[in-house]
Every structure is written in structure tokens, then in C-alpha cells.
């Protein structure tokens, strides 16, 4: 940054100094990183959001002198010196300013400190509870700070990128109404309209397509969202999405800009070429081939299916799955033999079982050590067209699971991804991006006997499927589309309803009484009475693109102030205790426990 | 936008087609502005973002005139067609495509359109309630467009200005703690930990402050900040900070970057050049000169103090006001005699009882027409005094408030403002930008007989005042400054402290016990005991600064979704019911009324 950050206390930053700077008289500020004294000579290393530099005093300066003698780690300085080349002996290649030091002329203590409950460097095993607490300390090491430096570039990115293609940035209300369906709102009751609540937003949806009713054409906002959920190790109650929204737009269109930001993204950020046109796949493909929505093509263990193989099998397991519209599919671990023992593949066994798969079968090529269970059941033909299908050579487990489809993918997918951390492939360095499109549009709960929308129900059918939305509406496609890396969902869009009869019909299959639909969604479904564009848009989730970007695989270390599992701020205390006269003020009261 | 803006659905904006255009085969999508129908050839004005085109058909294109004979206002279309040039007599000055038109060769109807309830034109005098349920088609109005458009612009240089200067945009937590003081939180509750609630920030001041206590070094964030009070006329329940704060500064380095900041938007979106540095003036000057301390500079009308020649005055009004530690003050309308009847005068009389002045006495220059009702009370010799002091000349009128120091300098500021309404001063496209500082640190409110902080509790006394502040403690005068242009406080910002033991000085002064300071900000008290910067900050009311850049003078015409005065949003119909399962969840009830 150079001089575009000199003030008062400075005209030099501590990581930017080098043998180009020697013989400058300069000012510098910041933390002291380490004091050490070395025989009558004080060694102190400065740290500012820079980097560090070397400081060094002697007693020919003695005022100096005797204030560096007080100061402690983590000391706010300001200090006045010249800078000098190291003696060759004392050059430290590690860091950037390791051929010069400054020696101290004037020195001021802006700021003193008492030791700090945590380490300030980035390999602090301090527990995340502490550090949580003080986490004005734990943002000083040089891997948070960079991080939020990051997080800033990645947003200052696509901020740019959609404002250099006419999207307008425009904020949409936290205070917004409350939606009884979904996940759970954040409620915050109104003082003015006592008994009455707003909901903060689980996501500017509603606000960004009414935007383009609006004519704004092109919408983004990077957005605070929120869900009162029960936090998993990626998720938070508010977390940030880039959102975006067009109009007169297909698909293509929305593709097409969106996966040109993330490549500029990933070239700025990690230096990382990215092609595109990114692959695209349909979510049936994705399902099939990698049992998962958001597959990692990082390698490969696709699935198979072994259906018409075993469909008239004497081993009932199999020939029964397919019996009852079920499925039986496979992957084959090449080479796996060797780092599988029979332990590690009942391991696999219980693994299949956390997603509802009633057993995993498994066949050992080349009939090694292992000796599959199963051989007895299975005739010798059944097995050599597996054999083939699979492309089975010696070395090779192949894994079978016979179930419904939905559980057979399923369980498949996660056992495949078990597999690649078991047999440790090295993915290090790729970047397999992707389109899934095409997904359904609605999805089925058996235990509530409802529909809901995958997406949400703003999300428009492939037209060639409207018309089983009444006959048949779990075959109806979505024109929905999800980029994916590395078995990682970046974002989610589609092409929206701008119909109103269309929504109308889309609410019905969603089990909505028109009375119900328009008392909650009136306003859009009002608002579809006056013309509107066709349109489309897609959210990335800001967070999980940082965590992306700086290899990170905990949310909260990619936000300033994240909350821990029971959405509390450890530092400042929250949530917190409110007044009586503030609850009476709202008119609400705590129930009694 | 150009070629940036092609979809699918067009290659054109219709606003940007000119005359070098002529010849192309356009594909155009947008809202019909107007139909008309001239001797079998029907018009049609397109609009979309970028402004409005005439599309025309005849029955030479049946397919296309017959779907255009269907056409109402507001129908969404898209179409091709070939740009021409008007004949001579059909050019419109008025509109920039007003050289020519498109010839329809193919025309879809993307979506119908009901007539709307509002004109979407700019000078639509529907009634506001009316025109916020229905904002969607208030903002398709080219004032709104174009409102929103500069409010994403402004947003945009502030942050590719801050970015180039080393600020690194952090988000800052939307579910904080609550603070009892000052203006009323929202809360949420909390379901998870049941019985708390979160507060919604009413700024990201204390997380700034410790992002600068992380080293963080230079901040700022576009921020949404809530406070649930009664409405003005210029306040939201939710509003938006640029918010900026920076480590190792004074007071000078943080006006400096602020101001050019400022004189860059002002050059970049209104073409004002803005005069750098901005004039300075203390909170002293600004009252005592001016009445305010947000003085409109744009016009003189300054304050003149009269106690000195009044103080023995044998009309008691004057030197009792004196003799009091009160003051006479005056201003001197220059040449109103001819503007203002003695009618006029006695409402000037009545508003300035509204700022709790006791009367308004005058003197009308020359003796004129108006005989003053005073002259009877006051000597020759003080009148001549009087006039010396106020450079009266004949048609001037002189205004005096006698009164407590405060009362009669705000009233007379206020008169001040009035003045300049009745007289109808020239105003238009001017923009006096300038600092106010050195605010008081505290105020006493006589009600409650308590001290509150000025700015806020974080604020740093100046240096040379901190002897006062435990023995007279309204002497101390804060190291705070506004900007403020026309009258109107643009932002506001200070130094903090960055000391523990001052911090814990102030917030006895204020009032606290430890024991309270330590339970409301205990966080900030711990944080500054491990080496804080000097540091300080600001923040500008973007709201208030986009009426500024887009001349409106009501907060609802800068917002895209603005609440009414009951914090109600129309359109969405929020705050709206919570059902009973979310209160329970919560533990919340609430109050029967």
C-alpha cells in the first residue's frame, strides 16, 4: 500500500521494508512480536497487518534504550530509526523484510499490554473456546488477518465483475416479514405493532425478484441471511451470500456470467485457471454416476448399475432390490485390495449403514485373500458380467449396495467419498467445477405425507414437464442448477416462475389453499399481475467460497466474529439478558420454564 | 452497458439506440411505456432500465400488428425489428432515441399486464400509501431508477476508495448484544438459549474498535444499523452506515481521507467540485456564530453577541438576561424590512417560543414604518451601539433573543434557518461542505439530572481537558468532529480511546459503577489491556447522503423498501403474525393487551 497509508504515527508499513529501503529514516507503528536482548543489544520484531520487521537498540541511545528495556510482547509502538542492511550472518531468508533491520532512534510506547491468554502466531493450539473469547487476539495472527484480507478481495471481485455488467447493488430490509414455512426465522417482535413480529430474511428471494418486477434489470447484493437453526460444523444462524438476479434471461445466460466471476475469482485469489464453459450434468446423471447431488470429480469410483445383471438372481438380496423398483449398483476401488483390510471393509460395512443401506456386499477380483462372502450366492456367469461391466482387474474391491434407487445412490455416494479419504487419494491443488441442472422440482416427505420444493417454490419447471405437475409432479424437472467443487455446493440458482397462474399451479402441487398461498405470498402473487420479465438468479454462499479460497474446512474461521453451537458470542457475551421494562415495552413476556 | 447486457432475450438496451444505429436488426425486450394507434400503424414505447424506445408496426408484418393490437401498458414484450430514422416532422428533442424507431418485424408477448393501480411516470401524484403497496411499480419510475442507480454508485466509489487505501471491508455480527442505553434495541430472542436475547446493532462501533484491537488496522463496512424509535421524517428503523475506522491516526489524517472521499463522489455522481481541505470550525464557534452545531453556511445571517451593551440596559428583558450568565444575542436581516410585514414578524415571535425563547424583540433600521416596540425601553446611545456592532443599514431588521446562553443561541439559529426560508434566499446548487469540532465530551440532562455521552461513551476527551473530568466534567471538550453540509450532519466521527484506565474514567463520569461498566462492556474493558492503537473513526449516513446527491428531502425516496411511520412495510404487509409453535420454540408469549 505504500505511502497511501501514512498518518500521524507512520510513514512506513513494518512487512513492506527492504534492502531498497536502506538508509531511509523511517516511522513505523505496531505490536511488538518479540523483544530479545542479546548482550546489551535489544532485538525487538514489530508486527503490523504488513508483516514484521527487526527493530534493534542499543545503550548509544539511551532514552531509547531504557523504554525498549520495559517493553513486553504485544506493546503498541511507535518508534522513529533508520534502516539498515543485516550483517550477512544475521540475513533471515524466511520473511520478506530478513535482509534489513531498523535501528531505533526514537521510540514511544502508544499502548502497553499484559500476556495475552492465547499465542499470536498462527500454530497456537489454544482451544477455539478461548480463543473465541479473546478473539480481538486470535484475529492478530497472520493467517486470520489475511483471511479477512481474502474475504474482502474475494467480495471487492465479484462486486466489481457484476458492477461492470450492470448489475446495481441494492439492499433489501433485515426487517421483513415472518415466513411460517421453511427453516426456522429469527423473530423480532415490533414495538409499534405490538403482538405483531418481523422475520429476519433467510434470503433476499422475495426482495431480488420483486426487483425485477421492479425493472431493475440486474440486481447483486452481498447479503446477510439468516436461519435459526441447529448449527452443524458449516452453518451459522447469519451467514453472507453474494446474490444475484437478472432479467431476460435463460440458463445459459446466468451460467454463463456467474462461472466467469468465480474463474476471475479463483485467478485473483489462488492463481488458479478454472475452464469454462464449466461441465455440466443433470441431476439424474449426477445421482447415478456419483450418488450425489453435488459429486466430486476429483476421481473417479463412479457408480454402476448392476440391475439387469443380477435382476434373476437365486441371491434374493439382489434380485429382490430389483424385484421391488429398487436398484443394485456398484463401485469399483481400484487397486483397493492392498490398502483394505477385512477390518477396514466392515468398517465400510457399519459406514453404508448410517445411510440407511440394509448391508454392503463386496467381491475381492481375482478371488485374493479376502474371500468375498457373497461368491456362494452369486452364479459364476453373474460374476464375470460384473466383472466386466466393472472392468475388474486383480487388485480391485467392488463394492455392491441392493436397495431403493435413492438409498442405493445415496449411501454409494458417501461410501465413495469414504473411500477417496481412505485410500487417500491426493486431490491437493484441483479444482473440479461443475453445473448439476436439472433438478426436480419437487421433493416428497413420507412421514408428513407433503411435498415441498427442492429449491424453493418460486423456482420455474422445465416446460416440458408442466404438464405432469398435476399427474405426476415428482417427474417434474426444475429449470434449477447448483455449482459444484470438489463435492462442494459454491451456489445455487434457477430460472423463476413469472407467471402468476404458473406459481398458482406450482403453489397448489405444493399443497397450498390459494388462501394460504396469497395470505403468505399475496404480495408477489400481486405483484405477477403486472408484468414481469422472465428472470432468473443465483446465491453463492460467501462463506463457503472463503473457506474454499483459504483451505479452510471450519466456517468459523472464515468470519470475523462467527458464533459458536449454541449461537453465542463468546467475546461479547450474546445473546444477553434484556430489561423488564424493554420486554414490557414489546409487549411480550419469557415463559416460565 | 452495451453489448454487456445481451441475453437471450435481446442485444439492445432501448434506452442506448441512437442514430448510428440505423440499419441494425435489433433485438429488443422491455415494458410498454404507451400504445397508440395512428391511421392502422401502431406505436409503442419500450422502457427498460436504460430508457425508452418507439417501436413501430403495420399490417405489412401481419403476425406481429395483430399481437400488437393486443398490447396494454405494461405488458412485457420482446421483439426484432430494425432500427430507422424518423421522418423530420417525427424527431423528439425531448428523448435521447428521439432521432429514431424500430421496425417491428417479430414481436412476443413475455407477459400480460393488468392496469396499474399507480402512473408509472415520474410525476405520478398517487398517494404515498398507495405507491409503497404497490413499490414495485413506484420503482419502475425513472426517478427511482435512477435514485437506486446513484445509491449503488455512491456505494461503489466509497469502496473501491477505501479498498485503494488499505480498508479492508469486515462484516460485523447483525445479532449483537443488547445495550440498555441510549437509543432502544430490537431484540430477538434467542431459542437456543432461552430467555436471552440478541439486540440487532444500532452501529458495528464496538466491533470496530476491536477490529482495531486485532490489528486490523483499516476498516470499513456499508452496515446496516437498527434503532427502534418513533419515526421523523428523516429516520428509518433500519438505516445504513458508510462506517470506517482506522489504527496509528489523529484527528487530521481521518478528516483528510474522509473529505476527498466525499469530493470525490460529489465530482464523480453531481460534478460539484468540492473545495479541499474542508473549512474547520469548534462546536463553539459553530454555536455562537451560527445557533447550530450543523450550521447552513450557504448564507450569512450570522449570530451577534449584544451582551456587553445591554448589560446595564435599564429595560430589564436584556440585562437580566445578563446578569443571569445568560446572553443577548442578535442577527441582522439585511434589507427585510421590504420582505417581511409586521404579521410576518409576530410568527417569527411565536417560532422561535417553539425553541423555548421567551420573546423575540427588533428593531426595523431607519426608523421605518414598523416602529419598533422596544425603542421605547432601550437608550439612543445603545440603540446606536447596537446598530454600530450589527453594520445596520436603513431597510435592515434586527431580531434579538435574550435568554439562557443555550436557548438564545439555538433560537436564534433556528430563526436563523426560517429567515432564510421567508426571505427566500438563492440556495439552489450550492454545497458549503466544512468540519464542526471539538464537541463537548458530555451533556447534562437537567430531567434526569445524569451526564451522557455527546457522541458516545468511546469517545476521546482531548487532551488538555482531561483534567476536568471528574471535577467539572461539562468543560471537557471531545477530540469528535462532524461533517456537515447545508444544514445537515452528513456524518460524524471522533477519536477513541485507547486506554483502559481513561476508558473506565469516562464511563465513571457518564455515571457507571465499575461493576455496571464491566457488565455492559466488559469485553472492550478486557480487550484494551492487551495493547490497543490509537485509533479512530467515522461514520456517514449513506441514506442521508444519497438525498443529498439526489435532492430529495424524504428518507422513503432513497430506500427501495422503505418502512412507514408505524415501522410498517406496505407491500409485504410486515411486521406480520408469528404463529403459536414459534413462540413456544422461543419461550416467548405475548402480552395480552
Known sequence: MGGKMNTFYRNALCGELNANDVGKIVELSGWVDNRRNLGGVLFIDLRDRSGKVQLVVNEKQPAAFELAEKVRNEFVLSIKGEVVLRSDQNINKNIPTGDIEVEIQELTILDTAETPPIYIEDNDQTNEAVRLKYRYLDLRKPKFQKMLMTRHKTASIARNFLSDRGFCEIETPILAKPTPEGARDFLVPSRVQKGKFFGLPQSPQLFKQILMISGMDRYYQIAKCFRDEDLRQDRQPEFTQIDIEMSFVDKDDIIAINEEMIAKIMKEIKDVDVKTPMIRMTYQEAMDQYGSDKPDTRFELKLTDLSDIVKDSEFNVFSGAVKKNGSVRAINAKGAQDKLSKKGIKGLESYVKIYKAKGLAWIDVSDGEMKSPILKFISESEKQAIFKRMNAEPGDLIFIVADTHEIACNALGQLRLELSRKLEYKLEGMYNFLWVTD???????????????????????????????????????????????????????????????????????????????????????????????????????????????????????????????????????????????????????????
Open 439 to 593: 433438478f426436480p422440482l419437487l421433493e416428497y416427505d413420507l412421514e408428513s405425507g407433503s411435498y415441498s420444493a427442492k429449491h424453493h417454490p418460486f423456482t420455474a419447471p422445465l416446460e416440458e414437464d408442466m404438464q405432469y405437475l398435476e399427474t405426476n409432479p415428482l417427474k417434474v424437472r426444475a429449470d434449477a442448477f447448483d455449482m459444484v467443487v470438489n463435492g462442494v455446493e459454491l451456489g445455487g440458482g434457477s430460472i423463476r416462475i413469472h407467471n402468476q397462474k404458473i406459481q398458482e399451479r406450482v403453489f397448489a402441487a405444493l399443497g397450498f389453499t390459494m388462501e394460504a398461498a396469497w395470505d403468505q405470498f399475496g404480495f408477489l402473487l400481486e405483484a405477477l399481475k403486472y408484468g414481469t420479465p422472465p428472470h432468473g438468479g443465483l446465491a453463492f454462499g460467501l462463506d463457503r467460497l472463503v473457506m474454499l479460497l483459504t483451505d479452510n474446512d471450519n466456517i468459523r474461521d472464515v468470519m470475523a466474529f462467527p458464533k459458536t453451537q449454541n449461537h453465542g458470542c463468546l467475546m461479547m457475551d450474546a445473546p444477553g439478558n434484556a430489561e423488564l421494562d424493554q420486554l414490557i415495552d414489546l409487549g411480550i413476556s419469557v415463559d416460565e420454564i
